[in-house]
């Protein structure tokens, strides 16, 4: 009887386990990767990328608003911003100016994972002092 018992459930455990969808391709979409072998790279690097957003970030005329704006957005296999979505917001429209200034990106030089191009998962934080 114990027997039989343990059979049924390590038959069970082995459906489950190897009825799973690939990590990475889930329903026909990619999953975006946080690690990479080689991270995508912003035309002339992170410096010129942390320039970008804050040339072109337009603060409101709030007084004394200062903090922390956490955004993360997906850089697709064609280099493209995608999927953003602000994490931590300060109020006043500083998520959709953030938005607004990650969708005028220039295009990226995609990350790779074996060779081949992939999404991957990228989280900005903005400091914001008026």
């Known amino acids: 009887m114990k027997r039989k018992l343990l059979l049924m459930l390590a038959l069970i455990v082995t459906q489950f386990i190897f009825g799973q969808a690939p990590l990475n391709n889930v329903k026909g979409i ?10 995508p790279i912003f035309p002339g690097g992170n410096n010129e990328f942390i320039k ?3 040339k072109n970030f337009r603060a409101p005329e709030v ?35 953030v938005k607004r200034v990650l969708r005028s990106s220039p295009q990226w030089t ?18 914001v002092r008026n």
């Open 63 to 97: 007084e004394d608003l200062s903090g922390v704006i956490k955004v993360t957005f997906i850089i697709e296999a064609n280099g493209t911003i995608g999927e953003i979505k602000v994490i931590q917001d300060l109020g006043h429209g500083t998520g959709e100016e």
């Open 110 to 127: 995609p990350g790779d994972q074996g060779g081949k191009p992939v999404r991957v998962l990228y989280t900005l934080p903005i400091t």
């Open 30 to 39: 990619p999953v975006p990767f946080e690690t990479v072998e080689n991270q």
């Open 52 to 54: 970008f957003v804050g």
